[in-house]
């Protein structure tokens, strides 16, 4: 049975080979971008967020199967706070309503390996807080100190990773039958990554900060693989869980005892 389901981020990368694959098994796909998508937005904005559910609503007639919530970027300033985590919550949460409308209904984040790397904490609880304007000035803050600014990046994966596992469980998600997860990209070959992963030296590189020992860099459709299963009614039971799709990196970087 064909599943309506909502794919942001999807002009490009892994949104893109997500929204391809999921039409290509049947289901009708609708997509959010900036650009070159079936609904166009900005999703640092909330009055824009608010127009994409009005717009998906019409298009739906009020009831969503799926959201692959993708949109994101890597940048080493608070445009990352604002993209991946401020906006993917709001597009979450205006759109839980309809979700809650379907007989199985799956959200899937896209989250990221970084989620294990330096972080900081100071802004990872502002941004749970739902403090925008101190998690901006504190986003600002970090970028303004050099290699810093990174943690703009990596704190905002960190933050909607926890908020996936916070809200998983409660009466709004799971009480309402909504599965939520996260998947975690490791090294994955985008355009975003070509250039880098096309030498050596960038290689290098890459593997030094982000160890992948099993098969190198991904490519988008095996991230996409995971966020369609983790979308279908076949992910009956799985919740509240942060999937690293990483080529081992996980492994490599917290070893064997994740419990103690």
Known sequence: MSRNIVVTGAASGIGKATAELLASRGDTVITVDLRDADITADLTDDAAIAQVVEQITERTGGTLDGLVANAGV??????????????????IEGLRPLLARSEAPRISVTSSAATLQGNDPELVDLLLAGDRDAAVERGKALAAQSQAGYANYSSSKRAISRWVRRVAPTADYAGAGIGINAVGPGQVRTAMTAE????????????AAMPSPYGGPAEAVDIAEVHAFLVSPGNARMTGQVVFVDSGFDAVSRGDDIWS
């Not at 880098?196 to 593997?207: A, H, N, Q």
């Open 196 to 207: 880098l992963l096309s030498t050596e030296e960038g290689r290098k590189m890459v593997e």
């Open 74 to 91: 890597s940048a080493n300033n608070e445009l990352s706070l604002l993209v991946n985590y401020f906006g993917t919550v709001a597009l």
